[in-house]
C-alpha cells in the first residue's frame, strides 16, 4: 500500500504487524462478545443482532480508516492520532510530565514541554480544548494499542458501540416487535456507521447522546440501577459538553419535554390535558432556559448570548472553497437575530433531514449519505401518504417517546443544517439524531398499522395505550410475564404487528 506523510513522523504506513494484531483482537473480540449473547440471547432475543451491530461497527471504522489513510492521505483522524502517539511518546519519556499535560491546561508552556523525541503534538488540534479533549481520551489507548492506527480504531470503534447497544435496548424495552427495524435505526445505518467509528470527535458524542437516553429512560422512568445511570448521566453530558456543546442544547429541552409530557399524556381528562400542555411547555423552556445559562462558560461561543453570532460565524468559515471544498449549499443570509434564524428553520432542517439530494454528491464519501437520504425521503413520503398525514402528527402529539425522537431530530437537525452549508461536513454532524428519526418513523408506522387493523376489525384503537409502547410499563411485566404483551398483540396478523410473519 502506498505511504503518507506525516509531520514530526515522515513517511508512515499501516504495518502488517498491525493487520495480523488486529485479526487476534477481533477472534478475541468475538469469542468475548458471542458469549455475552448466547448467555443473554434466551431472555432477551434481541441480542441476535448484537454480534452483527458490531461487526457493522468495527467495519466502518475500518472503512472510514482505510479512505482517509490511503485515498485522502490525511485529515483530522490522522492529526488526532499522531497527537495521541506523541502523548504516548512522552509518557514513555517521563510519565509525571504525560500526567502533568494530561490532566493540566492545553497551554504554551505544557506544549514546550515536547521535544523531537517524543513528536509534537498539531498546534491547530493542541490549543483547541474540544480537539485536545479526544487527544486526551486516545493517548492511553495509543500507549495500549504499541502505537497503532488500525487497532486503536478498532478498539475506539467497539467502546462506543456500547452506548449505541444500551440506546437499542431502550428502544426495544418499549417495542419487541421492532427490534429488526430498531436494529436498522441505530446499529446498521450507513452514515452513522461510517462516520461514528473512527478516530474522530463524532464517535464520542454519538455514543454519549445515545448512552444519555438510555440512562435518562433508566433513572426518570425504568427508576433502576439510580447510581450507574446517574454517572452515565453526568459522563455523558461531560462529553457532549466539552466536545460538541450544542448536541447537550438539544438533549436538555427533549428530556425535559420527554419527562413533562409523558406525565401529560397519561391523564384521561381531556380539559385537563388541555389546560396543563402550555404550562407544561413554559416550564420546560424556563428549566432548559436556567440550565443552559448557568452552563454558560462551559459552552463558551455555543452559549446562549452567542449562539446567534456563532452560527453566522461557523457558516461563513465553511463556506470558504479553498478549505472545505465547493460542495456546498446557501440557505439565505444570516444576521444572527433569532427571527432571521428561525425564519430558516424549513430549508435548514429539510438540508439537514434529506441533504445532499443524489444529484448534489460530490465525492466518495458522500455519495453514500446521497443514497441513505434518497431512502429516507422515500420512507417519510411514503409515511405520510399512508397515515394521511394526520396520524402522522397525531402520533407525534399522542406518544412522548416519539415526540422525544422527532423533537430531538429537529432541534438538532435545524442547528447542524442552519450552520453548517458544507455537504462533506454536514453528512458527518448530523449523526446523532439519525438514529432518532429512523426509530421515530417506524414507530409511527407501527402504531398506524395497529390502528388500521383496529378499524378493520371495528375496534376502537387509542393512542394512550401505547404510552409504555407494546410492552406495558415494567412494573406491570414484571408483575405479569411474557404474556403481558402476548395479550396486547393476541390475535393480530403479523403483518398488522410491523413484523414479518413468523414460520409455523
Avoid at 85 to 107: H, R
Avoid at 415 to 427: D, E, Q, R
Amino acid at each position: 500500500m502506498p505511504l503518507i506523510w506525516v509531520y514530526h513522523y515522515g513517511e508512515v504506513d499501516i504495518a502488517y504487524w498491525e493487520w495480523v494484531l488486529g485479526a487476534v483482537y477481533l477472534i478475541l473480540m468475538y469469542i468475548y462478545f458471542a458469549r455475552q449473547k448466547n448467555l443473554a440471547i434466551k431472555k432477551a432475543p434481541e441480542y441476535k443482532y448484537f454480534l452483527w451491530g458490531l461487526f457493522a461497527k468495527v467495519l466502518g471504522g475500518i472503512a472510514f480508516s482505510m479512505i482517509y489513510y490511503y485515498y485522502y492521505k490525511g485529515g483530522d483522524t490522522i492529526m488526532y492520532f499522531y497527537s495521541a502517539v506523541s502523548m504516548g511518546n512522552m509518557a514513555k519519556y517521563d510519565l509525571f510530565e504525560f500526567l502533568s499535560i494530561l490532566f493540566g491546561p492545553n497551554d504554551q508552556a505544557n506544549l514546550n514541554k515536547f521535544n523531537l523525541e517524543t513528536g509534537y503534538p498539531y498546534a491547530y488540534m493542541y490549543f483547541d480544548s474540544r480537539s485536545f479533549f479526544v487527544i486526551r481520551l486516545i493517548s492511553p489507548i495509543v500507549l495500549f494499542t504499541f502505537n497503532s492506527y488500525l487497532i486503536t480504531t478498532l478498539m475506539l470503534s467497539s467502546i462506543g458501540y456500547i452506548g449505541i447497544w444500551r440506546c437499542y435496548r431502550t428502544f426495544v424495552s418499549y417495542y419487541p416487535q421492532l427490534a429488526g427495524k430498531f436494529a436498522i435505526a441505530f446499529l446498521y445505518m450507513p452514515s452513522v456507521v461510517f462516520w461514528g467509528s473512527a478516530i474522530m470527535k463524532d464517535t464520542f458524542t454519538l455514543s454519549a447522546a445515545c448512552w444519555w437516553f438510555h440512562c435518562a429512560d433508566e433513572v426518570l422512568f425504568k427508576k433502576r440501577n439510580y447510581v450507574f445511570n446517574m454517572i452515565g448521566l453526568i459522563l455523558s453530558a461531560t462529553l457532549l459538553i466539552v466536545m460538541k456543546p450544542y448536541i447537550f442544547m438539544s438533549v436538555i429541552p427533549v428530556t425535559m419535554l420527554w419527562v413533562l409530557y409523558f406525565r401529560v399524556a397519561r391523564l384521561k381528562n381531556v380539559l385537563f390535558k388541555f389546560i396543563l400542555l402550555p404550562a407544561v411547555l413554559v416550564v420546560m423552556l424556563g428549566g432548559s432556559f436556567f440550565v443552559l445559562s448557568s452552563l454558560g462558560d462551559k459552552l463558551d461561543k455555543f452559549s446562549l448570548e452567542k449562539a446567534g453570532q456563532t452560527v453566522v460565524v461557523i457558516q461563513s468559515d465553511m463556506k470558504r472553497s479553498e478549505q472545505y471544498g465547493s460542495n456546498y449549499f446557501d440557505i439565505g443570509e444570516l444576521d444572527g437575530t433569532m427571527p432571521n434564524l428561525l425564519s430558516k428553520f424549513p430549508v435548514a432542517v429539510n438540508a439537514a433531514f434529506f441533504r445532499p439530494y443524489l444529484w448534489e454528491t460530490r465525492s466518495v464519501v458522500t455519495v453514500l449519505s446521497g443514497l441513505e437520504n434518497f431512502w429516507l425521503l422515500m420512507m417519510a413520503l411514503i409515511l405520510l401518504w399512508r397515515t394521511r398525514i394526520w396520524f402522522f402528527l397525531r402520533a407525534i402529539y399522542g406518544n412522548p417517546l416519539i415526540l422525544t425522537c422527532m423533537l430531538f431530530a429537529l432541534l438538532l437537525g435545524f442547528m447542524i443544517g442552519i450552520s453548517t452549508p458544507n455537504f462533506g461536513a454536514l453528512v458527518r454532524f448530523k449523526i446523532p439524531f439519525v438514529p432518532f428519526l429512523v426509530a421515530g418513523l417506524y414507530i409511527i408506522d407501527h402504531l398506524n398499522r395497529k390502528r388500521l387493523y383496529s378499524s378493520m376489525m371495528n375496534r376502537q384503537f387509542r393512542i394512550q395505550d401505547y404510552l409504555w409502547g407494546d410492552a406495558g410499563p415494567p412494573t406491570a411485566n414484571a408483575r405479569k410475564g411474557p404474556s403481558a404483551t402476548k395479550r396486547r398483540t393476541a390475535g393480530v396478523p403479523a403483518m398488522w404487528q410491523g413484523r414479518p410473519p413468523q414460520p409455523g
